[in-house]
């Protein structure tokens, strides 16, 4: 077992809390994400905005680090999923019952976690990270998955039988590794700032994501259309392309006017954003 509340200090496990909300919230700030929150209009949603997001992001914080020591002390997925529950229920008090972060609190927390171990371990790649959480809780991840649940994604997988966030945390977040981050990375070689490179990362995570919120608003045919669209968008060329940021506040109109959220894609931009930051932050 790593002992990593002798090798991760406090300081160390602040800043990837800081890492964490701080991704949370450029993830709401960031317009226009197709039929989602950000700090210009509610996109698709009526029961909630921008503040109930900040407010939520707020009463996270704190989590990421206990995560970050859990997961470097050599916690099981079964003691990560504890203070997970707990983080979960401080987001619902401040959001009134609003289930704004709960994705996040599950894909990010385990990050988080991951993340611990990586600095204890000298792997602070974003790639590394992922693979952490896959290699060390991804079996106990699969076996959890069995236990009753309420909620949109237990019910795609009970209706559809798709895989949700708990197949893709325990594989390793292979939509992160394959397709996220090397969008986000791509624009920023290009010139990109690291708003434009979230928003190709963004649509490059819908693009191929089997986003559980959209099954179940638009059910299969829905999202395969939702996919293409997202397709079409980096195949003109993303956000850098002559026009490119008219055609994404065109697709967020299209899903606003339809009731559209691919929140599943929303959790992923968030851990995405985080992971750069963590990646190129310095931790000698």
């Keep these: 077992m790593i002992q990593g509340l002798l090798c991760l200090g406090q300081d160390i496990c602040a800043k990837i809390d800081d890492l964490a909300v701080t991704a949370l919230i450029a993830e709401v700030a960031l317009y226009p994400k197709a039929g989602l929150v950000s700090l210009v209009d509610n996109g698709a949603h009526e029961d909630m905005d921008a503040a109930t ?164 608003r638009a059910g299969p045919d829905g999202l395969a259309g939702a996919q293409e669209m997202a397709d079409a968008f980096l195949r003109a060329g993303g956000v850098l392309a002559p026009g490119g940021f008219a055609r994404a506040e065109a697709l967020h109109r299209h899903f606003t006017a339809r009731r559209l959220s691919p929140g599943g894609s929303a959790d992923l931009l968030a851990a995405t954003l985080f992971l750069t930051a963590f990646e190129e932050a310095a931790w000698a």
């Design 53 to 216: 997001f900040l407010r939520s992001a707020a009463a996270l914080k704190g989590y990421f680090a206990a995560m970050a020591r859990a997961g470097s002390d050599g916690a099981d997925f079964a003691a990560l999923n504890a203070i997970g529950r707990a983080a979960e229920a401080r987001m619902f008090a401040a959001t009134g019952g609003i289930n704004t972060h709960r994705g996040a609190v599950f894909s990010m927390g385990l990050l988080a976690a991951a993340s611990g171990v990586a600095i204890v371990t000298g792997e602070t790649s974003a790639q590394a990270v992922c693979r952490i959480v896959g290699e060390r809780w991804g079996a106990a991840i699969l076996v959890a998955r069995a236990m009753p649940e309420k909620s949109h994604g237990a019910e795609v997988r009970s209706r559809y039988g798709a895989p949700g966030a708990r197949e893709e945390a325990a594989a390793g977040f292979p939509t992160i590794v394959l397709h996220t981050l090397p969008a986000f990375r791509a624009t920023r070689e290009n010139g990109g700032s690291r708003g434009e490179a979230a928003l190709d990362a963004f649509y490059a995570g819908m693009a191929i994501l089997e986003d559980n919120n959209l099954l179940y």
